[in-house]
């Protein structure tokens, strides 16, 4: 059964506004999972090199995952129109983006200034 043009488009809007209302803490979880994989995994099988390689490679990570979500808030904070709705997930969107900002560098922080591996033994 065909939906109706209008039907279509609300079900995309509504697909749109959970995508960006999502899309902060989404990409915080996903730099954490790897922030902490990457930190196990490297005490757990790497060698002295690559424990040198750790703050470079959270570094780099963070800062992939914050050009990412400046991305995503130039996007969501374009004047599309100014219904309050739009309004109300345009703010909400951008305040998740800026808070999982702060996450992604919280996280990098802790990798960066605690020791290397003695806190997994």
């Not at 059964?1 to 609300?10: L, P, T, Y």
């Amino acid at each position: 059964m065909a939906r109706s043009g209008e039907e279509h488009a609300e079900g995309r809007t509504i697909l749109n506004a959970v995508f960006l209302l999502l899309s902060g803490p989404i990409i915080w979880g996903l730099y954490f999972a790897f922030a902490y994989g990457v930190h196990s995994w490297i005490c757990a099988v790497g060698g002295r090199e690559w424990k040198n390689m750790l703050p470079f490679l959270l570094v780099s990570g963070a800062s992939l995952s914050l050009a990412v979500m400046g991305a995503m808030a130039v996007a969501i904070t374009r004047p599309w129109g100014r219904e309050a709705e739009l309004r109300f997930e345009t703010y909400v969107s951008f305040t998740l983006m800026m808070l999982s900002a702060i996450a992604i560098i919280w996280t990098a922080a802790a990798g960066l200034f605690l020791s290397r591996c003695d806190l997994l033994r």
